[in-house]
């Protein structure tokens, strides 16, 4: 298995190219916490992370093989747009409390990084408790499928956030405002990661495989967010593709619950085992059909970035 190949030194390694990178932003955010982000800007560092993401699967592939490949890439595909629909509320919270746009950058990779933090470990958990409880599948599957239909009813553009006991009580306190949000967008990230951790835990089994797709998922939404923030009226059916993925994913969990159990058929009819090729092909037809969807949609004007 891939998951015993992953040695102590491969977790270092990857903890210090981690580390090194997020030095790097953290030292680019601060150098840069008083002016605004260029549109140039937001759109450099958005596609440096898309490609980090795509190259590190790449080469997993070549290491491990196509199927481990394949894995990673249903996985990161998949976190990649459940992270993009975490923005909506991201703006709102930054805008109730009143950040400024200089300072929205170092807040957003603080709080990022605090609930990467988080998920990670409720990731690992829910690994090893899925592992142990085979009727966690029929759990997580049920509230993925729950997720689908309530993302159905509901547009994208209507989420609010109100905040959360936690953040109350440091507000009471006496926390400022910029702390305030770090720990709001984090805390909120878990809360919203319902969908996340589930639909991560259907996709792969692999710790090593979970934390890397949602690092690289995660890591690049800092400067997506300005590019979000900016096309927010053009994004109008993202819930609608999202929907579709969780309602399959959670179909997939049920599926495999119910042969891990032995049951290979209902009423003669056998289950199917839907293949990561098969996963991926679906992920990517209902974003793409959702994007184009949302692109024809008359868009409505939005905050510009500042240009270079």
Known sequence: MFEQQVTGAVWAVTAGLALLVIGADLLWALLRRNRQTT????LGWTAFYIGAAIAFGLFM??????????EYFATWVTQYPLSIDNLFVFIII????????????????????????????????????IARFVWLFFLFGALLI??????????????????????????????????LA????????????????????ALTSDKYIAFMANAFAMMGLRQLYFLV?????????????????????????????LIGVGVKDVAGFVLPEPSLVFSMGVIFSALAVTTVMSLRKAPEKGPELPEL
């Open 182 to 201: 770090c720990v709001a967008l984090g805390v909120t990230d878990l809360l919203f990661a319902l969908d996340s951790i589930p639909a991560t835990v």
């Open 94 to 129: 930054l805008s109730k409390l009143r950040i400024s746009r200089e300072r929205q950058q170092l807040a957003l990779l603080i709080g990022i990084l605090f609930a990467l933090f988080l998920r990670v470990i409720f990731l690992f958990v829910a690994i090893e408790a």
């Open 146 to 179: 729950y997720t689908a239909y309530q993302l159905v009813r509901e547009d994208a553009g209507d989420d609010e956030w109100q905040e959360n006991r936690l953040v109350s009580w440091l507000r009471e306190k006496g926390l400022r405002p910029f702390a």
């Open 61 to 70: 592939g070549h290491w491990r093989g196509i199927s481990v490949g394949e």
């Open 229 to 257: 923030e900016m096309a927010l009226s053009r994004l109008a059916y993202l819930s609608k593709g999202l929907s579709v993925i969780l309602a399959y994913i959670g179909c997939k969990l049920i599926l495999q619950a």
């Open 39 to 42: 549109m140039r800007e937001s």
